[in-house]
């Protein structure tokens, strides 16, 4: 049956407001800056610092396709070219794609599920400070002139201490230090999906954004040991001289290979799970009709994220590994299209039977369908085991892995960037400016990537800083660097409208898209408290409910507030979503900063082999910790 969506979201009543807003609402200036909990003011801290690292990120690919535009171009020196090309795969992945689809996790995901803060405030916090000082850690290596050099994927023996510098130091320990923040944050996902839904929620109606995260916060609880295992051993290799991945003395330099790829392919979809959980919460928005098939998205979300841990050996086939071994993960990357193919009939058949809307969100969504699909099909040829050895390491797998990755998370990212900022400031973006955007994205990628496949396929070696005339790869190199260009266009185009609407965009209102979710039943910006009442959920599509909706809008007027004493959230039960027990919330506090100004510290003195300082570090964290836990004032007095 078609859902009916309203044509209003409720607001906070000036009763609801009135109590619960000297309860919740943090002041301003620095102090609150540094020790607030407020899920809302974290996610916006991630989305903003994600994006730093972003066009960083971007200025490095800029410089590297300047240097590939022409043979035996000068731009970049070797050393330079190994730099950016390190530090732009670092950043893309590690710094960007994951904490920027946290970002709006955090700032979505409680208001999805109808409640009033992420299950643990005070980690959540801490996820965010470790996230930036880990990456300004790796980032400092610059200002010593030892940035990685050795690639994202940093294979042995190239970042082995008889090859690389310092910068494989910082690499490795940068993602250990990364790797606290991304397993709290996962925790931290989990416990709130399972235990704070509102009243009604039961699994089968989690919104499938909230289903996206909780799978991924699995793969990464699972798969970043894997990472952090191999970061740790490569470590002790360079600095006390074990051996691990030396062969000379009994190691294998494959088992890198094996530890990494271990996380390095459930991380595309760890990447990717989220992103498809904002298209799904796009597409039936702006189709005007609820999600085809949307138990068996649920479904397709989950197979996704198991059967990417039977795929690591997909980045293996040409290292000798028995011709059974491969075999087997041949097929199971072939599997993992099926529930990928059913997602995409699911949005296809729900924009053919609804009315779509091609506002700008969704155009970025019917891009990313297109630029999915043709990266999909790029993937399949790769299960090909014979295809694959012919082009591992060639300018095809470039190609393959940015159509797989840009256009599988980064155009969902820009669809966000324009259906959910006019929750988060209350303005809306330019239409117009949004549409230029779009174009300007979708042109530039194709224009840059396409190529890339043409280039892999006449040899054009992945990690190459410059070429001979003479090779028939330089017309397609200087296409890929004006449509790289074009690219960074459009990215300027959605950095000035946001700019541009913050400061002077038309007031949003709280439901400028007529949507059926929970976060879109608040007022924009949304309160400090997200919700008057919490509210009470009946189907998948909450906000299209006009009965609970106009029943919240009534208990908040009449002043029937749900826990407006202090800090207060209801837990629920892990299936149905039944209040279970009413939870007192953490109130602000300055621990999270300090325990990851502590870690720095542990870091720095690793990094610069300075022991002392580290287990100064170490003993600042433990104290941190232990400041954290002191019972709350009010509790001890009870």
Known sequence: MEATPTTSASSTAPAADEVLRPVWEQPSGIVSFLTSVDHKRIGVRYLVTATA????????????????????ADVLTPEAFNEFFSMHGVTMIFLFVTPMLSGFGNY???????????????LNALSYWVFLASGLFIYSSFTVGQPPTAGWFNYTPLSSDEFSGAGIDFYNLGLIFLAISTTVGAVNFIVTIFKMRAPGMSMNRVPLFC??????????????????????????????????????????????????????????????????????????????????G?????????????????????????????????????????????????????????????????????????????????????????????????????????????????????????????????????????????????????????????????????????????YDGDLGWDSYNLLSTIGAFVLALGVLAIVANVIWSIYRGRPAG????????????????????????????????????????????????EGELLLADEHQAIAASEVEGEPVRVMHMPEPSIWPLAVAVALSILFVGMITQVYLIAVLGALAALGAIAGWHRPHEELQNQ
């Open 53 to 72: 690292f972003f066009l960083i990120a971007g200025v490095e690919a800029l410089a590297m396709r300047t240097q590939l535009a022409v043979p035996r």
């Open 108 to 122: 979505f995901v409680p208001l999805m599920v109808g409640a009033r803060d992420m299950a643990f405030p005070r």
């Open 211 to 292: 289903w996206g995260v909780l799978v991924q916060a699995f793969a990464i609880i699972f798969a970043l040991p894997a990472l952090t295992a191999a970061n740790l051993l490569l470590e002790l290799q360079r600095t006390f001289d074990f051996h691990f991945f030396d062969p000379a003395a009994g190691g294998d330099p494959v088992l890198w290979q094996h530890l990494f790829w271990i996380f390095g392919h459930p991380d595309v979809y760890i990447i990717f799970l989220p992103a498809i959980g904002i298209v799904s919460s796009i597409v039936p928005v702006f189709s005007r009709r609820a999600l085809v």
């Open 294 to 466: 949307h138990t068996w998205v649920i479904f397709a979300t989950v197979a996704i994220g198991l059967l990417g841990f039977g795929v690591w050996v997909h980045h293996m086939f040409a290292v000798g590994l028995p011709q059974v071994t491969i075999a087997f993960f041949a097929g199971v990357s072939l599997a993992i299209t099926i529930p990928s193919g059913i997602q995409i009939f699911a949005w296809l058949a729900t924009m053919l039977r609804g009315r779509p809307v091609l506002k700008t969100p969704m155009l970025f969504i019917v891009g990313f369908i297109a630029v999915f699909v043709v990266g999909g099909v790029t993937g399949v040829m790769f299960a090909a085991i014979p295809f694959d050895q012919q082009i591992t390491d060639s300018y095809f797998v470039v190609a393959h892995f940015h159509y797989v990755l840009m256009g599988g998370a980064v155009f969902p990212i820009f669809a966000a960037i324009y259906y959910w900022l006019p929750k988060i400031s209350g303005k809306l973006l330019d239409e117009r400016l949004g549409k230029t955007s779009f174009w300007l994205i979708f042109i530039g990628f194709n224009v840059t990537f396409f190529p890339m496949h043409i280039s892999g396929l006449l040899g054009m070696p992945r990690r190459v800083y410059t």
């Open 510 to 557: 709280p439901d400028p898209w007529e949507a059926n979710t929970l976060e879109w039943a608040t007022p924009s910006p949304t309160p400090a408290y997200n919700f008057g009442v919490i509210p009470r959920v009946s189907s998948p599509d909450p906000n299209w409910d006009t009965a609970d909706r106009e029943a919240d809008r009534r208990l908040a007027a």
